[in-house]
T-cell receptor, first 116, second 117 residues
Framework: AQSVTQPDIHITVSEGASLELRCNYS??????LFWYVQSPGQGLQLLLK??????LVQGIKGFEAEFKRSQSSFNLRKPSVHWSDAAEYFC??????????????FGAGTRLAVHP | DAGVIQSPRHEVTEMGQEVTLRCKPI?????LFWYRQTMMRGLELLIY????????DSGMPEDRFSAKMPNASFSTLKIQPSEPRDSAVYFC???????????????FGQGTRLTVV
C-alpha cells in the first residue's frame, strides 16, 4: 500500500544551522513527490516537487530535496535555517488508485522549532 | 488568481447544530479535495471530486458528514448534527486534474477552524 513516513515528529535547530527533514515513501511505481510547509494558522504551501529528471530539486525559501530511489527517500534540506522557517513540514506522494484517479498521500508531518 | 477560498475561517457552534463549510477552488481546476486536520490523526482526506463528481468518499467518517459540488466553482462540506469530536481544521484543496498524476499537485485554502462546544 502507498504510504509516507516522516520519522521525526519534532525537530529543534538553532538559527543558522543546517536542516534535514526525513521522508520515506512506499509506492510501487515512479513516485511523484512533494514537500509542503504549514505555518501556524495557515494552509499548506508547496515548497517543491519531484516528477522526474534531476534527483536534486530546488524549491522556494532556499529549500532543496534529493530523491534517492534506492532508499525510497525524499529528504528536505536547507543549509542555514531562519527563525521564520519554524513551521510544520509535510511530505507527500502522488499515488494512482483504481479508476485511474490520483491523490496525495501525506506523511504525519514534522514540526520544526528554531532557537535564536 | 486568488487561490482556494474557504469560508468561514472560524466557526464555533453548539453540539447538535448543523455546520456548513464552503470552498471555492482555483478556476480551471477539475479536482477538489476536503481534508480534516487534528493533532491526533494528522491530515486526513475525507472526500474528493473530479469534474464535480464524488470519486472517493471513503474518508468521510460518518453519515453525519456530507459533501456536494453543485458546480465547478463551489463545494460544501456539511456536518449534521455536529459533535465536539468534529472539532478540527478543515481544508479544501484543488488540483488541475486528478486523472493525471503530473497534475496531482494540490493547492490548499487557509482552512476553517471548527469548534463544537
Amino acid at each position: 500500500a502507498q504510504s509516507v513516513t516522516q520519522p521525526d515528529i519534532h525537530i529543534t535547530v538553532s538559527e543558522g544551522a543546517s536542516l534535514e527533514l526525513r521522508c520515506n515513501y512506499s509506492y510501487g511505481a515512479t513516485p511523484y513527490l512533494f514537500w509542503y510547509v504549514q505555518s501556524p494558522g495557515q494552509g499548506l504551501q508547496l515548497l517543491l516537487k519531484y516528477f522526474s529528471g534531476d534527483t536534486l530539486v530546488q524549491g522556494i525559501k532556499g529549500f532543496e530535496a534529493e530523491f534517492k530511489r534506492s532508499q525510497s527517500s525524499f529528504n528536505l534540506r536547507k543549509p542555514s535555517v531562519h527563525w521564520s522557517d519554524a513551521a510544520e513540514y509535510f511530505c507527500a506522494v502522488g499515488a494512482m488508485f483504481s479508476g485511474g484517479y490520483n491523490k496525495l498521500i501525506f506523511g504525519a508531518g514534522t514540526r520544526l522549532a528554531v532557537h535564536p | 488568481d486568488a487561490g482556494v477560498i474557504q469560508s468561514p475561517r472560524h466557526e464555533v457552534t453548539e453540539m447538535g447544530q448543523e455546520v456548513t463549510l464552503r470552498c471555492k477552488p482555483i478556476s480551471g481546476h477539475n479536482s477538489l479535495f476536503w481534508y480534516r486536520q487534528t493533532m491526533m490523526r494528522g491530515l486526513e482526506l475525507l472526500i474528493y471530486f473530479n469534474n464535480n463528481v464524488p470519486i472517493d468518499d471513503s474518508g468521510m467518517p460518518e453519515d453525519r458528514f456530507s459533501a456536494k459540488m453543485p458546480n465547478a466553482s463551489f463545494s460544501t462540506l456539511k456536518i449534521q448534527p455536529s459533535e465536539p469530536r468534529d472539532s478540527a481544521v478543515y481544508f479544501c484543496a484543488s488540483s488541475l486534474n486528478a486523472r493525471r498524476l503530473m497534475n496531482t499537485e494540490a493547492f490548499f485554502g487557509q482552512g476553517t477552524r471548527l469548534t463544537v462546544v
